[in-house]
């Protein structure tokens, strides 16, 4: 098989022949970047899938049965973790792209757009959001739905990312603006029951609250009841808006408290105080960083917090957070940040003897995949191509124009690669993507739809 057969018809053809449980899928001749750091990168090296799970990863493995892909010239990756995204708002895609900070972001698409969402709405922007996801590499996505103003606008956004097939994490919140049923969070408890029942399944649940009151009032604002609640449910909880001094000093009383540990992730974490963090690293919370929203938007100092992370011990998850002002890929936050970074350690560094303290190409796909998991949770499952997770994993044509020699593959992936280079997306051993096309989806329908759902939400008077 040719390299320009890799992820053929025919192949695809014959794995979805034989039962997703029997099914065995060897990758063969590929150059593996594992991201386990016991296993490293292994050069013209082979992967075996059996059912949902990784099984082995090395050289010249033995095919028995399994479907052969001829991975000669690319590279097999882990799929990208998004630690915070907000799903819903995807028809609304850079609708405001100049956005000039996080009052702006509120008043036109938390106080205006949103109240007038229908269910069907959230499932659409969802839906649209998950398949995107997808198309550029990101396995795993948390949505952090914070418009569920009706039990069916929660089961809509949920039912969006389990019709994708994405490994899919629902962090439930209520609306910061308009009319809403209330049902949040006691609801969360139905949504444990109705989808979340199992612990050997694509979707998650979490609990998602605001740092504090200041936007939307106490009801949404963590503390020890939402704590609580989290804990009774065993799930873990997601804190957005994360920023400056009044966050600083919630994130001291919450470890005053008892209430922050690695089931927690503060999300942005951006402006925050040397006590904050240093309360942080004591008690293990993980970070979920926002490279482009914090910059771009200019949320607190507009400067993505990884240094203040990295000094207490915590490798941060990345995420994409709205689209309505952002990108929509994993590529773009892991370039952003490590710009970010570098600039900004040379430049402190400049005139002086110092050394800068430099991030490497290495740390930004760390954190876009293996910290990824374990800020979503999902540490034991996905994040790395290590034998007995699940087999969440990317080929990235090498090969390509814009890629070709392949001399550095991590360098090649952070650096030189964009979804177009993706041919095969799996997602527990499931094929998404192939070919370099999304599997399974209707684009002609799918527009009508967006396109549909866009205007009735654009022309609808805020409630």
């Given amino acids: 098989m040719t390299v320009n057969d890799t992820t053929s018809a025919a192949v695809l053809e014959e794995l979805r022949r034989r039962p997703a449980d029997q099914r065995r899928t060897l990758f063969t001749g590929a150059t593996i970047v594992t991201m386990d750091p016991d296993l490293g990168v292994i050069d013209r090296g082979d992967l075996l899938v059996e059912g949902d799970t990784i099984t082995a990863v090395g050289p010249d493995l033995s095919a028995g049965d399994a479907v052969v892909v001829n991975a000669t010239g690319t590279i097999l990756t882990p799929g990208f973790v998004d630690t915070h995204r907000h799903a819903w708002e995807a028809q609304l895609r850079r609708i405001m792209p100049d956005v000039d900070d996080l009052g702006g972001y509120v ?88 989808y979340f029942s199992s612990d050997d399944q694509l979707l998650t649940l979490r609990l998602a609250t605001l740092a504090t009151d200041e936007i939307a009032g106490p009801a949404l604002a963590y503390g020890p009841e939402l704590a609580r609640m989290a804990k009774d449910l065993g799930i873990g909880v997601s804190v957005d808006a994360v920023f400056g001094t009044s966050s600083s000093e919630a994130v001291l009383r919450w470890a005053k408290d008892g209430i922050l540990s690695p089931d927690v992730t503060l999300i942005h974490s951006t402006g925050l105080t040397t006590e904050a963090w240093k309360a942080m690293g004591e008690t293990g919370v993980t970070v979920a960083l926002a490279p482009t929203s914090d910059a771009q938007i200019g949320l607190e100092t507009a400067i993505p917090a990884i240094d203040e992370a990295l000094s207490v011990g915590i490798r941060p998850g990345l995420s994409i957070d709205v689209e309505v002002a952002l990108a929509s890929d994993m590529f773009t936050q892991m370039r952003a940040l490590h710009a970010i970074q570098r600039m900004r350690a040379v430049n402190a560094a400049y005139g002086t003897d110092q050394q800068p303290a430099r991030i490497t190409a290495r740390d930004v796909l760390d954190f876009a995949t293996l910290q990824g998991a374990r800020t979503n ?58 070919d370099g096309q999304v599997l399974d989806v209707d684009v002609t329908a799918l527009r009508s739809e967006v396109h549909a759902s866009r205007e009735y939400v654009l022309n609808t008077p805020a409630a």
């Avoid at 109240?115 to 590499?137: F, N």
Wanted: glycine share 10%; proline share 5%; no cysteine.
């Fill in 107 to 194: 008043m036109a698409t938390l106080a205006g757009y949103a109240t007038v969402y229908r269910p069907e709405d959230m499932y659409i922007g969802t839906r649209l959001a998950a398949l995107t996801a997808i198309d550029s590499g990101i396995t795993t996505m948390l949505d952090f739905s914070h418009n569920s103003r009706t039990r069916e606008h929660s089961d809509a956004a949920i039912e969006a990312l389990r019709d994708t097939g994405i490994r899919g994490v629902h962090a439930s919140m209520g609306p910061h603006f308009g009319d809403w049923d209330r049902q949040w969070p006691g609801d969360l408890t139905r949504l444990k029951d109705r």
């Fill in 377 to 434: 949770g999902l540490a034991g499952v996905t994040g790395s191509l290590t034998p007995g997770k699940k087999a969440d994993l990317l080929v990235i044509q090498a090969e390509d124009l814009n890629n070709m020699p392949l001399n550095d593959p991590i360098g090649t992936v952070v650096l030189g690669s964009d979804a177009r280079n993706i041919s095969a997306v799996l997602i527990n051993g499931e094929p998404r993507k192939w």
